[in-house]
């Protein structure tokens, strides 16, 4: 057990595990963080996973870290047989980590397309401190842009967001959100959604035209803040 005397970042991303290491390791980690488990050391801040497999244990030992400010969950791969187990620990990490401020799951849940947004609208709009939030390249689709527009909308804590790669198809939903975006005066940052531009302003000037526009609005917003 390793104690930490002031608050760490650990960074395990691209630890490039061999299956059977992995195994082990989810395999030895609690298995329910309700029962009296000896806790890790609760001095830790920030946790990246990026580019590596992950679990429902991993998601909830995690959740046991109660002062943890970020998460960071790029770009990792879930097995499909796993999958509703790891969405559900994903779910209940979000849930327990009350001191979260910055959520990232870029393209990690993308087989779950709109589902994350659905299931996840609640708690990101009632969460008491999260200020970051990062979905992009996850598929959300239409239903989902129009979710994180409320979640938006719903709960001003949250000043920073990337969403792009979130495939949706009809370009009016996604100037309507990007108009959306150019009223919240309190956003701090809005990462460009350069995929999604190039895919719905294909071929139209005026629909390039009408995306720009909003974006310089944000934008001149972000930079008052």
């Given amino acids: ?5 002031s608050m760490v970042e650990l960074d395990f991303s691209h630890t490039d595990f061999k299956e059977r290491d992995f195994d082990f390791l989810a395999s030895s980690l609690p298995i329910c963080i ?4 000896e806790m890790p050391s609760p001095m830790v801040s920030a946790i990246n996973w990026n580019n590596n497999q992950l679990s429902s244990r991993i998601l909830d030992f995690f959740s046991m870290f109660k002062l943890l400010k970020k998460i960071s969950l790029n770009e990792c791969q879930i097995q499909k047989i796993e999958a509703d187990d790891v969405f559900n620990a994903m779910l209940r990490m979000l849930k327990n980590s009350v001191e979260l ?3 990232n799951v870029k393209k ?7 589902r994350l947004m659905k299931e996840f609208k609640e708690d990101f709009i009632n969460h008491p401190n999260l200020e ?6 996850n598929s959300i689709g239409d239903e989902g842009i129009n979710i994180l527009s ?13 969403f ?31 995929k999604d531009l190039k895919k719905l302003t294909s071929g139209s000037k005026k629909a390039e035209r009408e995306y720009k526009d909003y ?6 917003n972000v930079r008052r803040n």
């Avoid at 057990?1 to 005397?5: G, I, L, R, T, V």
């Fill in 1 to 5: 057990k390793q104690e930490f005397q």
């Fill in 150 to 162: 409320e979640v938006l909308k719903s709960n001003p804590r949250i000043k920073f967001i990337s």
């Fill in 101 to 103: 401020i910055e959520f």
């Fill in 215 to 220: 974006l310089k609005k944000i934008k001149k």
């Fill in 108 to 114: 990690t849940m993308k087989m779950f397309k709109s």
């Fill in 132 to 137: 970051k939030i990062n979905v992009a390249d």
């Fill in 164 to 194: 792009d790669g979130s495939d949706v198809s009809k370009s009016s939903t996604y100037l309507n959100f990007l108009q959306t975006l150019s009223t919240l005066t309190y956003l701090e940052g809005v990462v460009t959604p350069k």
């Fill in 34 to 37: 309700n029962k009296q488990y």
